[in-house]
């Protein structure tokens, strides 16, 4: 969609709010709310209410994309056990006894580098509060795997999964469920 903010106007004016919701929606990949951003050629031609609007569900929707990459609950102990790193765990995780007396380990501490990742995406989600580029962040994640060939084998192995099949639908789902008000 070429021009979202003047398409996201122009049906927010006629009432169409499924429209605009989906016009908005493609406003989230542009950095709307960086004070070094003049924001797009057609903003002339927006009225003030329906854009106040907009940057109020920009906001919203790029907290709730860092929700999604600061709790990391949702990752779920499948996730954590696939990155888990025995050499690199600053701690070796939780462990309880089972029925039969055996320590068992419940917790996989994530790697600093996976951890890392997740902040630098938190940081993102302030600026552009979309589904993420996944080559540009497999790059990044590789420049902070220190020289461990069992995380080097994460990174190659599990990383473009969670990029492309786990992570965006994440985020769509959490965005999904934020308002966007057309009323004043
Ligand atoms: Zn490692």
Redesign the pocket.
Known sequence: MSKPVGVFAVEARHGWNDLALEAAKECLKLPLRESDYDGPEELKYVPAIPYQRLAQYHYRCGEAGRGVCKSRHWIGEEWERKMY?????PTPGLYWKNPAGIHVRVTHPI?PWFKGLLESMEEKFAVIPAPVDEPLLLMRAMDG??N?????G?VQGFLPEFLSATLPPKITSEIAKIELKFEL
């Open positions: 790193c025995s050499t690199c765990a790697p795997v220190p461990c060939p069992s995380c080097r994460k």
